[in-house]
């Protein structure tokens, strides 16, 4: 009896085969490196007319900012957008891949997507992944049904809400939500509202930073504001830009040639390391003789030119 | 039959049998604190709810007390280290008392008293599982500082324990100016308990607002904030997406 091994070719999903080892390796001190997560504040409301989705721009890994203006609102559709927070390559490619879904789904159907499609394809896959796509989403859009706001989570599930907050932000911008939120709101409200909450995670939460982003969706079109508000700029920058003290080509050796043999030449070739100059002056009717290193300005002179300052007596700058 | 004495790892900084002694978490916890400074003094917000883990078990706890003449404490975390600490600042108070000198313990002194207490209490790895919020006011100084149980202070303009860090702070740092009136104060302080009542689980809409002049502290009866649930979302919420 042969002992047959039936090759089966992979099903989909992840394979949890290294997981042990992985374990393994954590217990004894080896840790993964840290993903590019999106920190984040993203928020959505609904207003009189459709959806406003803002996010902020900045992009973590670990502790440091590795990106301080990415875009966090994601096209799915024509009238559907989706902010992502989690990590960001998850959020990226499952947005990237609906998106995808719903344009071969409108080709089929010819018409308009709708939110509930996207909301649907979304929760499948992420619950299909139980929770190990860590993308956190709030989707918004227009269609012929009207204006709809949702919310997902990793592990696929969501909620339909009149206004959402999701990432580490998002305590901070539900707070300005559930102090200020009506029914009814208009355009410029919306806008306002999203804003201040938007920023109320930037200035409140050490993951979300840099600017504001913000998304319309109405039943005429959408209106993509990329970095409508941009409260952190960078401060003390000089319109006249900087020019650093030059060292070369300041008139050293000019100098040097004018003091020791009384004539100007007006085009000098570039000092090769340390010039010598010598001269006699006459100090109380004393004659004393002055050695005069003229060093050159470069750079790449410096180690050379350096040792020649050692007993000086006087350095001219 | 060998008796087996609690067994302790040999490397242990700790002494025999101290496990039992210390506190390793809470059990009857109170949810947020949160004060702010205003015009004439200090006002403090918190709610009356002790908590026994996810359930609700006490629904009358004072968890903010007058100190001395000049100060207010308040607290979150577990109830019965604030007892304990009440018992201490009694007699803290008390010995400053009978000094009868024409002096009296202020908001500072008190303070800093807690401070050192939870710091030490802390070294020793048997904190007092709270995070206190102390304000007063003497001689005209308004004072308001924040003591967590790990021994970190600080004291600022408006303060927040636990989930009031999180959810009020935004709000006051948005919203709070120097010189508020008393019912400007108050409002404020109630749309951050409002928030706290939707967003905190532990939160019961049932609080106490404290205030603290250069006069004396008042705390105020039990009440309870309005809430809003009519927004239209709510009423059919998967309308637009059916079996979502």
């Known amino acids: 009896m042969s002992n047959s091994v039936i090759e089966v070719p992979p099903k989909g999903g992840f394979s949890f085969d290294l997981c042990k080892r992985n374990e393994m390796l954590a217990k004894k001190g080896l840790n993964p490196p840290s993903f590019r997560k999106t920190g984040t504040t993203i928020v959505g409301l609904i207003f009189q007319d459709g959806v406003i989705l803002g996010a902020d721009t900045r992009a973590t890994e670990g502790p440091i900012v590795c990106d301080k203006n990415c875009e966090k609102i994601h096209y799915m559709a024509p009238n559907i957008y989706c902010c992502g927070a989690g990590t960001a390559a998850d959020t990226e490619a499952v947005t990237d891949m609906v998106s995808s879904q719903l344009q071969l789904h409108r080709y089929h159907t010819g018409r308009e997507s709708r939110v509930v499609t996207a909301l649907t394809l979304l929760k499948k896959h992420l619950f299909n992944y139980q929770g190990y796509v860590s993308a956190a989403l709030v989707l918004g859009g227009v269609d012929v049904t009207g204006p709809h706001l949702h919310t997902i989570y990793p592990h696929g599930s969501t909620d339909t809400l009149p206004f959402a907050t999701m990432g580490s932000g998002s305590l901070a911008a539900m707070a300005v939500f559930e102090s200020k939120y009506k029914e009814g709101l208009t355009r410029n409200e919306g806008i306002e509202l999203v804003t201040e909450a938007i920023c109320s995670g930037i200035f409140n939460d050490l993951g979300s930073g840099s600017n504001v982003d913000v998304c319309v969706i109405t039943k005429a079109g959408k209106e993509y504001l990329r970095n409508h508000l941009q409260p952190n700029p960078r401060t003390y920058t000089s319109s006249k830009g900087y020019s650093f003290p030059k060292k070369t080509g300041v008139g050293k050796s000019c100098l040097l040639l004018q003091f020791t043999d009384k004539r100007f030449q007006p085009v000098h070739d570039l000092t090769i390391g340390v010039e010598l100059g010598a001269r006699m002056i006459s100090i109380d009717d004393k004659p004393v003789g002055l050695q005069i290193w003229d060093t050159a300005g470069q750079e790449s002179f410096r180690p050379i030119t350096r040792s020649y300052y050692r007993g000086a007596l006087l350095v001219g700058l | ?244």
């Open chain 2, 1 to 244: 039959m060998q008796f087996m004495a609690s067994k302790q790892p040999e490397n242990s900084l700790l002494g025999p049998e101290s496990d039992s002694q210390r506190t390793l978490y809470p059990y009857v916890t109170g949810t947020s604190v949160v004060a702010l400074k205003y015009k004439d003094g200090i006002l403090m917000a918190a709610d009356m709810g002790g908590s026994y883990g996810s359930t609700l078990r006490y629904k009358s706890v004072e968890r903010m007390k007058p100190i001395g003449k000049h100060s207010l404490l308040g607290a979150s975390g577990e109830i019965s280290d604030f007892q304990e600490i009440l018992h201490y600042l009694d007699e803290l108070i008390l010995y400053d008392n009978m000094w009868d000198d024409g002096n009296s313990l202020g908001p500072k002194e008190v303070h800093n008293y807690l401070t050192r207490v939870m710091y030490n209490r802390r070294n020793k790895f048997n904190p007092l599982w709270n995070s206190l919020v102390l304000g007063g006011v003497k001689n005209g100084q308004k004072y308001l500082g924040t003591v967590s149980m790990i021994g970190v202070n600080f004291e600022d303009n408006h303060v927040a324990t636990g989930f009031g860090n999180h959810l009020a702070r935004p709000i006051l740092r948005q919203e709070w100016h120097e010189n508020l009136s008393f019912e400007d104060g108050v409002r404020l302080l109630e749309k951050c308990m409002r928030v706290l009542l939707y967003r905190d689980r532990s939160a019961i809409n049932k609080l106490q607002i404290a205030k603290i002049t250069e006069e004396g502290s008042t705390i105020s009866q039990p009440y309870s904030l309005k809430t809003y649930w009519e927004f239209s979302a709510f009423a059919n919420p998967a309308q637009g997406a059916v079996g979502s």
